[in-house]
């Protein structure tokens, strides 16, 4: 790990070592069935219990309105498909955008082949929809929108409470992916106006696995996983205790440190982005200058192939990518940054650097150096 220097936090983090403490003991020593009448179960539903309760008071709702999953995909599937099955008597039409990660945009379309309609918005230059088109394109049988908070791949951070007041302005339910933006950026569902949101533990130094979901309290939804009582009958299943005490933690600390870790990871973004816009000619910065997660670069390179780059860099032990882990590796171009309109000489030469709360300026003054050496070699 000593040479490694880690800058694809928006992929997955480390599970901080105070999150692991506390998950440990539930593994072995604390098993029982949280369902069960006896102790050790029943300590287990409290240990359910008070983490649901830290994950609720992260974003201003109730104890009642989280759902533990396994996952931000999970958690975006039975959000979607759970409104909208819920909610077919009243309509068929769902609103989402163009650049979804792909646990929203799959989902979307196998709700096409079960007689849903999707309509996909476009993005501006900079990664944000246009609030206008979005009002358009609701009619009589629109019943939910789901827009991300915040874009995987170019960080940028959409008008969240703009879009929730049209939602309810037609009465249409509103889910966001929050998973980005969870422990980067306060939210507040009650202001914010948020109908529904995921979340994803390994995305905020949590473990993987593990997700939640939010739905406000009277909004009828469904589950996707049948079986047993767990979760108010929404998601069936034995509790992964070690991991839904394990987010509980996770978020707590990321809700507590939020502050210094920003100040500290956007200080080290902004002068990765100045240094690189000074020293190397012909790139592009993608996404929204202001509107941005903190810890989020995504630079395109004229004239060079991204597989190449990431392979230097990685032969340095540098860990960045391309744009996200699910279509890494593939030579497909990002349906994000092709939503931006990247020209194609730009796009295939796309690098994503993601910092997070222990990245050092050593690193980062690491990674400036030998990007420019890197890019001057390739070109
Ligand atoms: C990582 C991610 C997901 C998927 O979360 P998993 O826990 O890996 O299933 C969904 N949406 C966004 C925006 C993500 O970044």
Do not use: W
Request: net charge positive; aromatic share 8%.
């Amino acid at each position: 790990m000593n040479n490694i220097k880690y800058f694809d936090h928006a992929a997955t983090t480390p599970v901080d070592k105070d999150v692991l403490k506390e998950m440990l003991p539930f593994f072995s020593e604390s098993f029982g069935n949280p369902s069960s009448i006896y102790s050790i179960g029943k300590k287990n539903k409290e240990a359910i219990s008070l983490s649901r309760m830290k994950v609720a008071s992260s974003i201003n709702a109730n104890f009642n309105e989280i759902y533990f999953t396994n996952g931000g995909s999970e958690s975006d599937n039975l959000a979607i498909k759970g409104i909208a099955f819920a909610n077919r008597n009243k309509g068929n039409h769902i609103i989402t955008s163009k650049i979804e990660h792909s646990a929203v945009l799959n989902t979307c379309k196998t709700l096409e082949k079960f007689g849903f309609e999707v309509t996909y918005l476009d993005v501006g230059k900079n990664g944000i929809i246009d609030l206008n088109q979005l009002e358009r394109a609701i009619n009589r049988r629109t019943i939910l929108i789901t827009i991300m908070f915040a874009n995987n791949e170019i960080g940028t951070i959409e008008p969240i409470e703009q879009i929730a007041k049209i939602a309810k302005k037609y009465g249409v339910y509103f889910h966001t992916d929050s998973v980005q933006a969870i422990g980067n950026v306060k939210i507040d569902v009650k202001k914010m106006g948020i109908d529904s949101l995921s979340m994803s533990a390994h995305k905020f130094y949590g473990p993987k696995g593990m997700g939640a979901v939010f739905v406000r309290q009277g909004i009828p939804f469904m589950p996707i996983i049948d079986g047993g009582h767990q979760e108010q009958d929404k998601r069936a299943g034995t509790e992964n205790v070690a991991g839904i005490v394990g987010m509980g933690k996770a978020i707590e600390l990321s809700q507590l440190n939020m502050e210094n870790n920003n100040k500290k990871i956007k200080f080290l973004r902004d002068y990765f982005i100045n240094n690189i816009e000074n020293t190397i000619p012909d790139i592009i910065l993608n996404g929204d200058r202001k509107n941005r997660l903190p810890g989020n670069a995504n630079i395109s390179f004229k004239g060079v192939e991204r597989n190449r780059l990431l392979q230097e860099l990685d032969s340095i032990g540098v860990c960045a990518s391309s744009g996200s882990a699910c279509s890494a590796g593939r030579l497909k171009s990002s349906h994000v940054l092709t939503a931006i309109k990247v020209p194609p000489v730009f796009e295939r030469g796309s690098l994503r650097i993601t910092l997070g709360k222990d990245n050092t300026k050593e690193e980062v003054d690491f990674l400036i150096d030998n990007l420019i050496n890197i890019i001057k070699k390739i070109r």
